[in-house]
């Protein structure tokens, strides 16, 4: 239960996702993550760092650590369903 504690924690899945393809550094998750506050990101940058999903890079950058990347491996059916879900859904 502590994983989807962690996870379900605003902006935790978003900041996982933005760092899926390459590291990026603090200004550029903000920026991708628009509505998220500089107090929110570095509080959550924190958390996943403890829990061992992201790291520093030697450039200073965020990047998914191995069992960052194994996360992004178990969600990618997520994405998938959440694709053919946004494709069928009710318009509002």
């Known amino acids: 239960m502590a994983a989807l504690d962690l996870l379900g924690r605003r902006w935790a899945l978003r900041l996982l996702w ?45 990047a998914l650590t191995p069992l960052g990347d194994d996360l992004g491996a178990a969600l990618s059916p997520l994405d998938a369903w959440a694709k053919k879900w946004a494709r069928t859904k009710p318009k509002s």
């Open 18 to 62: 933005e760092l899926r393809v390459a590291p990026l550094g603090a200004r550029a998750l903000r920026e991708r993550c628009d509505a998220m506050s500089s107090s929110v990101l570095y509080e959550r940058l924190g958390e996943l760092t403890a829990a061992g999903l992201i790291a520093k890079d030697d450039h200073g950058d965020y």
